[in-house]
């Protein structure tokens, strides 16, 4: 593997880390512990995939990471925002 197709599936596995997170997070009141927690509970899971996967630390990849932390927060947020809006059923 090379080392950018592993950037590419940690980046991309950041994403997908930090959707359901997100979710979470939408749900909290801002600055709770609980909404802390779900905003903060993946960085360790992150940082131990970028380990496992042997990739240093690079300051050129580091906007790419934080685009891929955020942009999870932010679709697990929309989704739990629609869900909130859909009405229930009986």
Do not use: C
Request: proline share 8%.
């Amino acid at each position: 593997m090379t080392e950018t197709s592993a950037y590419l599936i940690a980046i991309a596995a950041t994403f997908v880390v930090n959707v359901p997170f997100g979710f979470w997070r939408a749900g909290a009141h801002k600055f709770s512990p609980q909404w802390f927690v779900a905003v903060h509970a993946a960085v360790p899971m992150v940082i131990a995939l970028r380990y496992g996967l042997g990739l240093p630390f690079r300051w050129s990849m580091f906007p790419l990471f934080v685009a891929g932390y955020f942009g999870g927060q932010f679709v697990g947020s929309r989704l739990r925002a629609r869900r909130d809006s859909q009405p229930r059923r009986p």
